[in-house]
Nanobody
Framework: QVQLVESGGGLAQAGGSLRLSCVASGSIFSINTMGWYRQAPGNQRVLVADIRQGSRTNYADSVKGRFTISRDNAKKTVYLQMNSLKPEDTAVYYC???????????????????WGQGTLVTVSS
């Protein structure tokens, strides 16, 4: 019903930048919170940043001042601009969306939390 597709991962040097994008598609009436999580090898998946529909943002302490999350509601897209990258930012980054589904008459018909497939970010020292 709803799919998230991420792009923009890859290899960067320490101090460099990358920009992740995530597009939502499917029977979506609206999207509440969108966000990015990451999971490094051997670690749990943790929140990097999220953004509510009203553009209120929340960041992990480890990325404050370096990463910026934004969204384009018309495009159902969330972005993560990552600057001043560090080797410890290396992880698989997952997009997340708390969606309100659109029913047959395009009215709200329940909510669904959706995850993307993940995109690998590798930062070399």
């Amino acid at each position: 019903q709803v799919q998230l597709v991420e792009s923009g991962g890859g290899l960067a040097q320490a101090g460099g930048s990358l920009r992740l994008s995530c597009v939502a598609s499917g029977s979506i009436f609206s999207i509440n919170t969108m966000g990015w999580y990451r999971q490094a090898p051997g670690n749990q998946r943790v929140l990097v940043a999220d953004i509510r529909q009203g553009s209120r943002t929340n960041y992990a302490d480890s990325v404050k001042g370096r990463f910026t999350i934004s969204r384009d509601n018309a495009k159902k897209t969330v972005y993560l601009q990552m600057n001043s990258l560090k080797p410890e930012d290396t992880a698989v980054y997952y997009c997340y969306a708390d969606t309100i589904l659109a029913g047959p008459s395009l009215v709200p018909s329940g909510n669904l939390e959706v995850w993307g497939q993940g995109t690998l970010v590798t930062v070399s020292s």
